[in-house]
């Protein structure tokens, strides 16, 4: 199983980016996928999933900023960031897990990709 993710980048207060996670291999019909994120001297975080009927899940400071989505053909996941500030700026990881629920635990997820950085400046 490989992810890819891409799409993160320098932007002031405010702003929107989507980032998105190309994923192949994962060929089951439950699974989830769930974006984390790192800033430097922190641990890592959840930020949001999506399970595979679409179910999802974030974290409280980005709920109703960000919005996760899978593609139709269920081998990408997005994630929508808007109203970004400067403490969602992070490395910012797409994972994926054989769970059927739209776990927030990142040991749950087997797989990630490598990240994409995201800096927010105000």
């Known amino acids: 199983v490989q992810l890819q993710a891409y799409g993160g980048g320098q932007v002031q207060v405010g702003d929107s980016l989507r980032l998105s996670c190309k994923i192949q291999g994962l060929i089951i019909n439950r699974y989830a996928l769930g974006w984390f994120r790192q800033a430097p001297g922190k641990e890592r975080e959840f930020v949001a999933s999506?399970?595979?009927?679409?179910?999802?899940k974030y974290l409280g400071s980005v709920k109703g900023r960000f919005t996760i989505s899978s593609g139709n053909a269920k081998d990408t996941v997005y994630l929508q960031m808007n109203s970004l500030k400067p403490d969602d700026s992070a490395v910012y990881y797409c994972?994926?897990?054989?769970?059927?629920?739209?776990?927030?635990?990142?040991?749950?997820?087997?797989?990630w990709g490598q990240g994409t950085q995201v800096t927010v400046s105000s």
């Open positions: 999506v399970n595979w009927i679409g179910r999802t």
């Open positions: 994972a994926g897990s054989t769970a059927g629920w739209p776990s927030t635990d990142r040991s749950e997820y087997a797989y």
